[in-house]
């Protein structure tokens, strides 16, 4: 039914196929709820439903319920209309959106391109949020492998198993060729260059990371500031802090400075970002005069901010075709190394006060 439609219903109809296939979703929403997410009538919700029923996508309604979906229909039926394109899946950690991040954006866009020229299609999926979801997807599709975004040990171990290559991106299972940016490596860096701009009170803190990966980058971190004569202390270097929202995250930062406030700060990306100055800001914290700011990732918003924001960053393009090449030989049978580390680009920024 793609391509021209005659009818508005039919053009939501293959929307909402495409969603529930990006998403993994399994109930539906409700028809209000539906028609307010697409923009459309009642009307076109009611009879773009009855048409999906009538092809065994999703179930028939029954009282008082949600509307089931037939994950595995809805996948095969997309792969016979785009014919046999061999196709490669991007597979996304799970959220609460559809969106992934800049940089997963990003390293997508240029994977798609290059597998293009190959003849290959690339389409992405967020992780679903049970494996009986993933295996009705991968069971429609047969793709040809996956590229797995920052996806749970036990997805990608469930897609081995299922016979299928996977390279992964900013994941952790010691199954797959994997790149990756040493994140103790990088908050170290960032340190450094605090401490090159002569701030002594630096902070990291951790949000929402698990007890396991916080204990693993004390361990090394421990290592690091030893090696160059430094104490560490992880509740001072590295706070951790739990939470659903920005007051969890300034209740805990409320601690932080309430002892030994620290010059310049540590956060992870753009929302921990606009978290901490909020904070700061809320509390006459000038920027970067009282405190200062490194943020370890990059994102196109900071392009619109002022002081312009000291962060890392990595070449997305060459990232992109170095995880291309792991693909394709991947699926050739070719052997190739274990884990690649993503180096990480420095980028100086007025945030970051030299005392």
């Known amino acids: 039914m793609k391509g021209r439609y005659t009818h508005r219903w039919q053009q939501f109809a293959d929307d909402l196929l495409d969603d529930i296939l990006h998403t993994g979703i399994e109930v539906l929403p409700g028809m209000r709820a539906l028609g307010k997410q697409y923009q459309v009538s009642r009307s076109t919700v009611e009879r773009a439903l009855e048409y999906l029923v009538e092809l065994r996508f999703i179930h028939a309604p029954v009282h008082g319920k949600a509307r089931q979906v037939h994950l595995e229909n809805?996948?095969?039926s997309l792969q016979k209309d785009e014919g046999s394109i061999p196709k490669v899946l991007f597979l996304v950690a799970s959220s609460d959106t559809v969106q992934i991040t800049h940089t997963g954006r990003k390293i997508y866009t240029s994977a798609r391109n290059l597998l293009a020229e190959e003849g290959i299609q690339l389409d992405y999926i967020v992780q679903?949020?049970?494996l009986s979801q993933l295996n009705s997807i991968l069971t429609g599709l047969k793709p040809l492998g996956i590229i797995a975004y920052g996806t749970s040990a036990l997805i990608v171990d469930e897609i081995i198993d299922a016979g299928y290559p996977v390279i992964g991106i900013g994941c952790s299972s010691a199954?797959?060729?994997?790149f990756n940016t040493d994140y103790s490596e990088l908050i170290l860096s960032a340190m450094q260059?605090?401490?090159a701009a002569g701030h002594q009170l630096v902070c990291c803190p951790l949000w929402?990371?698990?007890i396991d990966i916080q204990a693993q980058l004390s361990d090394q971190l421990s290592t690091h500031f030893a090696e160059v004569g430094k104490q560490f202390s992880a509740t001072y270097h590295l706070p951790d802090i739990q939470g659903s929202s920005p007051v969890d995250y300034h209740q805990a930062l409320d601690s932080l400075f309430a002892y030994t406030p620290p010059s310049c700060l540590i956060v992870g990306n753009f929302a921990q970002y606009l978290m901490a100055t909020s904070y700061l800001s809320a509390r006459n914290f000038r920027i970067p005069e009282d405190?200062?700011?490194i943020v370890l990732s990059a994102d196109p918003y900071y392009d619109y901010i002022s002081p312009s924001i000291a962060h890392f960053s990595i070449d997305l393009e060459e990232c992109s075709a170095q995880v291309v090449l792991a693909m394709l030989?991947?699926?050739k049978g070719s052997e190739i190394c274990d884990e690649v580390e993503v180096e990480s680009i420095w980028n100086p920024g007025a945030s970051l006060k030299i005392q």
């Open 74 to 76: 809805v996948a095969r």
């Open 128 to 130: 679903p949020h049970s």
């Open 175 to 178: 199954r797959i060729p994997r």
């Open 193 to 195: 260059r605090a401490w």
């Open 208 to 210: 929402n990371r698990k």
């Open 291 to 293: 405190v200062s700011l």
């Open 329 to 331: 030989s991947r699926m």
